[in-house]
């Protein structure tokens, strides 16, 4: 074994996508020949190891090819053990962690753990991170709990969020809890297995194309232009009701073309209610959250199912996200997306773009309108922008376009510092493939580590007065892994160009067509929310600009 243990520390050294490459020269390569390459690449991938170091490694220096069979058979047997969850042979051999200590915190009662401070958290005014707050400042950086009978480590430093996002799924894989996976469906992009997930994501991240986004940005354009057009000078509005259904009209069009006002308020509350279900108790009863998120899920599905049906039996195409899937023709041996995965992923969009897009833009204008400096810099670019447009007179078009939105330099820090200040998404999980060791604690195979965002978006070492809204900060860069809004590595947000580009949007013909005044700076934050919102909605009431 000592040999061969060897091998594959060396292999610790070869990039992650070397053996992508490594790959395509096995099929001219003598030892490989007859071996099962699909068994291969799944292992190559999974591991993230040399091909032809798992191949040596599975058949040993002399290649016998009488044992083929037996070969076959434990890596089959491997990649099943691993697909269970269970830490693979072929894993990179670390330095014995078993020393060190556990990382500090409280596993609560016996059975039910600290599940319900957690539950008390999501259902108070202070938001579900409360329940995390409380335990760094009593632990520390770095703290494990127990909620609905697992293990949770929290992180948060920026190493450890490198270590972890960095990993590409052979130490850590995402994961989220069982009821989570039954309401975004279990071939979601959020929930599936590392494998399945390069499959389902290498198919939705061709979507997001450059000249996609070109086209989204005017459209979008135009539709905040016809939104806003319907505020009344001097009338209050629930700036989180407005967004959502901004955003809500933008992610149905972009992903199956409904524009028809009454299926978008009701597709609108459906996605709601599987959002609320998020961190319910996992109780099927009806009238509880849980089991009205289900159904609502069904219903959505429903919806999706008959417009795939009608799709595949119509000429008709329809420029977006569902029509492109549905046409898609798989380049992976795996071949194009499943009917279910399809629907699962359009409902995965529709959930992970919607209620984040909405919530990050009411915190935007919240933390504006509290500073009124950064709003008056921010006006000076936007309005710039605005007159250049106007003067340009070859342009027909006075909607904004991508490239307008390249020439801005100070808005998109006005968003990134409020995507810094809100974190919309507090924290990621992640499942512990192997036993291993972060920020110097023993983590067990099979706990949860969470890397804890908004902790690391508000550490003064790495941000400087953190709680001060200072977009001017991002004219230096940050640290690396210190900026985490959108995640980072191999589960990035997917809709990260088109979130900023909405925000973008958002932002300039806000301050370029009115001036408003936050009425209500209740910081409460909404109960029973995955994602940081703010309860009051943010109401404001709007003064329009006269041009
Ligand atoms: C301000 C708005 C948004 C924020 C803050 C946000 C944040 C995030 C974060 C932090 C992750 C990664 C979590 C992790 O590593 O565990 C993520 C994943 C994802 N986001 Fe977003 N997101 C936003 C908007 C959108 C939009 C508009 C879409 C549209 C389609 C979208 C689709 C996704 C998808 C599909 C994933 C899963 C990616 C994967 O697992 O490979 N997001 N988002």
Redesign the pocket.
Known sequence: MGRRAWEFDEAILRSQCEWKVANQSLKFCPEAINFPQALLTTAAGRTGHHPLKILRFVRGRDYDPDRERAEKRMLQKLLKREAKGAAHELSVRRPSSDSSPPPPGSRGLPLIGETIQFMAAVNSSNGVYDFVRIRCLRYGGCFKTRIFGETHVFVSSTESAKQI?NDGGVNYT?KYIRSIAELVGHRS??CASHLD?KFL?SH?INL?STSFLASFVTQFDQQIVEALRGWESGSTIVLLNQALKI?CKA?CKMLMSIQNDDELELLQKEVAHVCEAMLAFPWRFPGTRFHNGLKARRRIIKILEKMIWERQRSEAWHDDFLQRLLSEEGDDGRGALSDVEIGD?IL??LI???D??A??ITWMVKFLDENPDVLQNLKDEQFEILMNKHRDRDRENCFLTLEDLGNMCYAPKVVKES?RLAS??PW???LVLQDSQIQGYKVNKGWNVNID?RSLHSHPSIFHHPTIFDPSRFYEEAKPYSF?????????????N???A??LVFLHRLVTSYRWKVIDSDPSIEKWAL?SKLKSGCPIIVTRIES
């Open positions: 996002l995402k992009l959020l997930h994501r939705l997001f955003t992610m992923n995965t969009m992970a773009g919607q984040t897009t919530s990050a995507l919309v998404v990621f999980p992640r965002v985490l809004a959108f995640g980072m590595g191999g589960r990035q947000c997917l809709g990260m088109l979130a900023k909405m925000m994602f």
